[in-house]
Nanobody
Framework: VRVVESGGGLVQAGGSLRLTCKTS???????????LGWYRQAPGKERELVAD??????NYADSVKGRFTISKDNIKRTVSLQMSSLKPEDTAVYYC?????WGPGTQVTVSS
């Protein structure tokens, strides 16, 4: 199983970004039934769960509720994170996790 994130960048506060995690190496039944998660790690802080999705059930950290939306495409084996109303405190490296595999991460920087 491989996991690769993309879509990070520099954005002003209040802006939006869409992150995509492309996975490979799993069969459809595994992908549809396994939880996929987006995590982030800011400098000097521990990695934290941002959002996850299993089937159609989603879960969000309190800090991003109402601003971020997680979704997945079972056919493409991808999971996305639509981030809106971004704040400087959202600045971090964002990672995708699938079947205990981590991607290299994608940097999100929100300027004030």
């Amino acid at each position: 199983v491989r996991v690769v994130e993309s879509g990070g960048g520099l954005v002003q506060a209040g802006g939006s970004l869409r992150l995509t995690c492309k996975t490979s190496g799993s069969i459809l039944s595994v992908f549809t039934s396994t939880a996929l998660g987006w995590y982030r790690q800011a400098p000097g802080k521990e990695r934290e769960l941002v959002a996850d999705i299993r089937g159609s059930t989603t879960n969000y950290a309190d800090s991003v509720k109402g601003r971020f939306t997680i979704s997945k495409d079972n056919i493409k084996r991808t999971v996305s994170l639509q981030m809106s109303s971004l704040k400087p405190e959202d600045t971090a490296v964002y990672y995708c996790n699938f079947l205990d595999q981590w991607g290299p991460g994608t940097q999100v920087t929100v300027s004030s």
